[in-house]
């Protein structure tokens, strides 16, 4: 009997994992239903629209996650590498073979449905990542050193797994032009981080950050400069005067001259519906609310006038005249706070922030590290993924197109969590194995 329990589908499968999956897709199926609601199509399982094509999408990923936990757990660290290649080159591929859907030309056209290559990206490069840095002779760099000598000698893995990283980040920009799903693989340097990068290279990379938001408020640039060189000077001062330190700081400042000058350049060379985005994030002038400044003020209505348990489900007069767009994908969060108000928000973005915590503390107790590398991943892209979907639907970040996991109108999307997540669902139900 102990046999044939061990031998079954769901033997070691983390139930708590799927049920959260579970209801997080029926509630995203709920609120895309909202979201298109038409009273000439109020069967929910009409076809014809969103909400049954997404139905569509639910069963097929059930079919997708089962095949997935019937694979062997050993088949995603042999063919990790093959992924990572064969779905790059497919992103390589489309804006050649593609079709252009909302003026990108990142989708694989078959009848009347489409599929987004990038987005199965995820989790190809999180087994990529994962299959390299659990090599036993890998050894991420500890330390956060600028002398040339030592970053040739000691970051050479780093700069392998920044390069994993980043070949698909700039195939993604640079040939679809699709800065929001390009971005996402920054987050996998929580990754890196785990496993052993310096905490400096993280810091240093969040004052670039804040940095490159400054000069962008700070018009003028050489009062800027000037700024940083006092500011350089008083560091130099306070610490041992030697020429090494010397070195240090002028180093640090030159990096910060550097992000500050190639901060204007990049947005001078921005389209204008982008510099558009930017100046609503960061108030810079004026703002045209009918124009750049129309989708997320909109949003900010929609949720704000749910006040504290909403207007009730269906009833969302926002969601109801399209006030809204994009309102069934990456701005599916509005229809939550609208009709659910400040509750059902809330117990959404808790389902969320629990799925991503069960991750980790799944990825914490694996004995092979390439199971707990890529647990971590599946939790930083999900993490990453919910922070910048809800966040631009507010106005705390930049609108830059991601869907909310689990919820957001699309097959693609749907396939690509599913398939990232129950990966991670299947190395954890053999996680008394040692996978490299």
Known sequence: MARNSENSLLFGVDKITVFTYVILVFMGWLNIYAAVYNEEHQNIFDTTQKYGKQLIWIGTAAVIAFSVLLIDAGF?????????????????????????????????????????????????????????????NIVINQQFRLRLRDIIKNYKNTFIALLILGMPLLVIKVLQDETGLAIVFVAFVVVLYREGLSVGFIIFGLLATILFVLSLIVTQTMTLIIVLGCISLSAFLFIHRTRKNLIFVVLIFG??????????????????????????????????????????????????????????????????????????????????????????????????????????????????????????????????????????????????????????????????????????????????????
């Open 76 to 136: 995603y660290t042999v063919f990790a590498y093959a992924f990572y290649g064969f779905i790059l080159l497919l992103c390589i591929l489309v804006p050649f073979v593609g079709r252009e859907i909302k003026g990108s030309k990142s989708w694989f056209g078959f009848g009347g449905f489409g599929v987004q290559p990038a987005e199965f990206m995820k989790f190809a490069t999180n087994l990529a990542l994962a299959k390299f840095l659990s090599n036993e």
């Open 255 to 436: 990096a910060a001259c550097g992000v500050v000058l190639g901060t204007n350049y990049v947005y001078e060379h921005l389209e204008q519906h982008q510099k558009g985005r930017i100046d609503v994030l960061l108030g810079r002038g004026e703002v045209d609310l009918k124009k750049e400044g129309y989708n997320v003020n909109q949003a900010k209505i929609a949720i704000g006038s749910g006040q504290f348990l909403g207007k009730g489900y269906l009833q969302g007069t926002q969601t109801k005249y399209d006030f809204v767009p994009e309102q069934d994908t990456d701005f599916i969060f509005c229809t939550v706070g609208e009709e659910w108000g400040f509750l059902g928000s809330t117990i959404v973005i808790l389902l969320e922030l629990f799925l991503i915590l069960r991750v980790i503390f799944l990825a914490e107790r694996q004995r092979s590290p390439f199971s707990r590398i890529y647990g971590y991943g599946v939790a930083a892209c999900l993490f990453f993924h919910v922070a910048i979907n809800i966040g631009m639907t507010i106005g705390l970040m930049p609108v830059i197109g991601i869907p909310l996991p689990f919820f957001s109108y699309g097959g693609t999307s749907l396939w690509s969590f599913t398939i990232l997540l129950f990966i991670f669902i299947k190395l954890d139900a053999n996680r008394l194995l040692i996978l490299r």
